[in-house]
């Protein structure tokens, strides 16, 4: 990649002259310098010399820093892979900055092959402060749809007994929950509906109860909307302890999980799952509520 290096003109002469005006930069890469003339009717006008600075002007500062180089990206920092309509896999490699990371796309999912990559990126601040406790990475192209949702599996490590984690989407300044996250203690797998930035952050959301205070049964296999506050940024997952069951944030309807559409702090959407209905519940690590 080549960077534009600034040049700075530095204005020397007697005191009656006026410096000169900055060097605007050329998309060819070479510096279009002006330099004031006067033409036949005494008006200023502006000409172009590509080839030497203004009179009054030494010539530009050339900065041969290391900003202009900035080399290549470690060994195993990307990986990429075609994957078409039958579905495939992305995976990193072991001792590289993607180890454990996957993206597992189901048939189905596309249309048409796509070139995936994904990237080890250096980390944003997590969503409202949270750490970030797996490898930040992009995957790419940015914002690709898939009809089935792909799986993706970031690693993540932490000294937090008990800790309460989110699989969080990076879309251009801002996050958003990734779906229905099962793991264990090394590693936590969610849904990706579209391709973005990723990472496991470190939430602490026991505090928060939850508070339904709007809700819709729809038809069997439909959307369903759930309003209120004390949702959480995102879906927990927390890893069992002994062994034990993992616990996740979710929504039943009449006693069965839903599969989740859309989950943030005030509203949560899920795909009612097939039968009569039947109350509807969220759970998180505040506690749960059933809609009245």
Request: charged share 15%; hydrophobic share 40%.
């Amino acid at each position: 990649m080549l960077l534009a290096v600034g040049a700075i003109a530095v204005g020397c002469g007697s005191k009656d002259e006026r410096p000169s005006p900055p060097l605007p930069a050329t998309d060819a890469g070479v510096d279009a310098r002006p330099d004031s003339s006067t033409d036949g009717g005494g008006r200023d006008s502006t000409v172009t010399d590509g080839d030497a600075p203004p009179p009054d002007a030494p010539p530009p500062i050339e900065d041969g820093s290391d900003i202009d180089d900035l080399g290549l990206p470690p060994p195993g920092s990307r990986v990429e892979a075609t994957i078409g309509p039958e579905g495939g896999t992305l995976s990193g490699s072991s001792g590289t900055a993607l180890a454990g990371v996957s993206l597992v796309v189901s048939s189905g999912a596309l249309s048409a092959p796509v070139t995936f990559a994904i990237d080890a990126a250096p980390a944003p601040t997590g969503p409202g402060g949270a750490k970030l406790v797996s490898p930040y990475v992009r995957v790419g192209p940015e914002g690709v749809s898939f009809a089935i949702p792909a799986r993706l599996t970031l690693p993540w490590s932490t000294t937090v007994a008990a800790p309460q984690l989110a699989a969080v989407a990076r879309i251009g300044f801002s996050w958003s929950s990734l779906q229905d996250p099962t793991g264990d203690a090394t590693s936590v797998t969610a849904s990706m509906r579209r391709t973005s930035g990723a990472a496991i952050a470190l939430l602490e959301l026991s505090s928060s109860a939850p508070k339904i205070t709007a809700a819709a049964s729809p038809d069997a296999g439909g959307a369903l909307f759930v309003e209120g506050s004390g949702f959480g940024v995102a879906q927990v997952f927390r890893p069992g302890a002994d062994g034990g069951a993992p616990f996740v944030s979710n929504v039943t309807v009449g006693g069965v999980v839903a599969e989740t559409l859309g989950w943030s702090e005030s509203a949560i959407s899920v795909r009612a799952p097939l039968g009569d209905g039947g109350a509807i519940t969220v759970t998180t690590p505040g506690g749960s509520v059933t809609a009245p």
